[in-house]
């Protein structure tokens, strides 16, 4: 596909050529959307209309008295219609982001809650209590889901029912036997001496808020607190973690297929990629191809987002087939999709496909014929290496093919030696791996004092004349300068390997720094550089900026994109995950996979 046909549509002889398969699929996705959108935006209105009415005062004396009364019901029942009333409407305000995302349980259980709230209303219509708005309302809910369930079709985790269900036990049960055990405890404190068979009853009914049987004597009011408190907690926090096993978006364990791998190499070997397209061969992500397979889309899923990272690889013409396909995937299981580190070109096709983008930093690259050590503005770099050399280091570049086994599985060990107990960084520029058989064309270039290995670089392919930076570690007396005698004579090397560009490291919010300390910046742009040089004591993010900029690299811009600006906070928690520097315990995620 020409890049004609993918900024528009084609003309041939005054005729308009037939819509794309790819356009006709972006158009059904966006108008489905819009539909769920509608019936998402319905079920917050009701819910939060339904949980007014439970806890304003007159709904609250229909529930308590007036509606008991009149149909000759026990005591607990008003009590009991009001907390399922409010919890219904809670219900549906949780399972509206459920519902966002196209879930079939999220479907199937706010189906559910909004049928017990139209025989609610309708009972309180037939009591004359009500006026025909708010079951109007509701029933207009029910007909929308009923009407749109074709368009929920995104599965959930296979395993979510059983770990809904155990999860609600445990809380439940247990919230049960600590009130018991606290009424059991103190018998002295209760009024009339209340049998085994009250108490229990006091217990269950404590999980959902309702006021048991059991009476307690005058100065003992905290302790009738405390097991409302705890039985309400318990049963919350077993309703809530059932609700989160029940509607959780599958995570699949991450794994490249042996086939997709090796599509994927085919595709990295055409000029005119990223440099970010080999990280696609990350073993822990998974691929989805465009139709005919001339284009694809890497991504690792995490928390229910569905990460991808770089631009697709293959046929720039075929990039909006395989972003509609991996945006369909993301439709079937419920995944939000984001991306991370896309270039400007790789941004603007997903921003046509209805991703909202964000600048994240800039990529440092170097050209390798106009590079040099000459000029003042390279004179610490100079110095730099002409110290290292004096000292004795010496360097050597070349491709893994050029080693052999013993010597590729010495510097696999040496490298995770020299990096210890770190946990491993990177997911959108590092390939998980080491002097991998599997990756022939990457160079490694190591440094070495008096013959001893101190420091290690390896890069990947980046096309067919291009390298880039995958790892960078030393050892742990290694001398400083150590990185930029390497990066030097890697780039010396460079026309021997054919290589005429070489990307280093991403900064993040480089320019964000830069227009911190230009003279006559505003307040604005010196407080956000200072707060970004304050993280960089956690964060590599000021460091970073000006260990590249040593290089005098070009700059280009990298983006974040997402769905919506609500999505923002867990993508981040998601990138953090994925890149190392926090996210969720390694315990839970296994957990959570089993």
């Known amino acids: 596909m020409s890049g004609a046909e993918f900024d528009g549509d084609r003309h041939d002889a005054g005729r308009v050529a037939p819509p794309r398969p790819d356009a006709d699929a972006r158009r059904r996705r966006l108008s489905e959307a819009a539909v769920v959108r509608a019936v998402v935006w319905a079920a917050r209105i009701v819910g939060l209309l339904t949980v007014v009415s439970a806890v304003l005062p007159a709904p609250r004396r229909l529930l308590g008295g007036e509606l008991r009364s009149t149909l000759g019901l026990p005591a607990g029942v008003g009590l009991a219609a009001l907390v399922v009333t409010t919890v219904a409407g809670a219900g549906l305000l949780f399972l509206a982001t459920g519902l966002r995302r196209r879930k079939q349980r999220a479907w199937w259980v706010a189906t559910g809650v909004t049928t017990v709230l139209v025989v609610v209303n309708v009972v309180h219509v037939l009591d004359q209590r ?19 369930r074709r368009h929920f079709v995104a599965r959930q985790d296979p395993g ?67 097991t409302a408190a705890a039985g309400l907690t318990f049963g919350v926090v077993a309703v809530v973690t059932a609700g989160y096993h029940l509607l959780r978006s599958p995570e699949p364990r991450p794994s490249l297929e042996p086939g997709d791998e090796q599509q994927l190499r085919s595709l990295l070997g055409r000029p005119g990629g990223d440099s970010l397209g080999y990280f696609a061969l990350r073993r822990d992500k998974a691929a989805v191809f465009s139709h005919g397979g ?80 000459d000029g003042r503005p390279m004179r610490g770099v100079r110095q730099t290496v002409a110290r290292m050399q004096r000292s004795g280091h010496t360097v050597t570049v070349a491709r893994l093919s050029e080693h052999t086994p013993d010597e590729l599985a010495a510097i696999a060990e040496r490298a995770h030696r020299w990096r210890g107990d770190d946990h491993e960084r990177g997911f959108s520029m590092a390939s998980s791996r080491v002097a991998d058989p599997a990756d022939p064309d990457a160079v490694v270039v190591t440094a070495l004092r008096d013959g001893e290995p101190t420091g290690m670089l390896q890069l990947v392919p980046w096309g067919p004349d291009g390298l880039s930076l995958d790892l960078m570690v030393r ?54 550089a200072r707060l970004l040089r304050i993280a960089s004591r956690w964060w590599q993010i000021d460091s ?33 995950e994925a890149e190392g520097f926090g996210g ?8 959570l996979r089993r």
């Open 294 to 373: 001339s284009s694809a889309v890497s991504y690792r899923v995490l928390a229910g987002v569905a990460l991808a990272s770089g631009d697709p690889v293959g046929d720039v013409g075929a990039w909006p087939g395989a972003i509609e396909e991996f945006l369909g995937q993301c439709t079937r299981y419920g995944w939000s999709p984001a991306v991370l580190g896309c270039s400007e070109r790789g941004a603007t096709a997903w921003a046509k496909a209805g991703l909202d983008a964000l600048e994240l930093g800039d990529e440092a690259v170097l050209d390798t014929a106009t590079f040099t050590l």
């Open 584 to 591: 969720r315990p390694p315990a839970v995620q296994r957990l």
């Open 544 to 576: 970073l900026y000006r260990f590249n900029a040593k290089f005098r690299p070009a700059w280009y811009p990298r983006y974040v994109l997402f769905p919506a600006v609500r999505d923002l906070p867990r993508i981040l928690f998601v990138v953090l």
């Open 160 to 226: 979510g029912p059983g770990r809904a269900v155990r999860s609600f036990v445990q809380f439940g049960l247990s919230g049960f036997l600590v009130v018991w055990v606290l009424l059991a405890v103190n018998p002295r404190r209760l009024l009339d001496d209340p049998s085994v068979a009250a108490q229990a009853a006091h217990a269950g009914l404590s999980l959902i808020g309702v006021t048991g049987p059991v009476a307690f004597v005058p100065g003992a009011a905290w302790l009738d607190d405390l």
């Open 130 to 148: 009500r006026g025909l708005a708010p079951t109007v309302l509701v029933g207009a809910l029910l007909v929308a889901l009923l009407a749109t």
């Open 475 to 528: 050892a742990a007396g290694a001398d400083n300068g150590i990185n930029e005698l390497m990066i030097a004579e890697l780039l010396a090397a460079a026309p021997g390997l054919g290589v005429t560009r070489v990307s280093l490291n991403f900064a993040v919010f480089r320019s964000a720094l830069e227009r911190g300390e230009r003279i006559g910046a505003g307040p604005v742009a010196r407080t956000w």
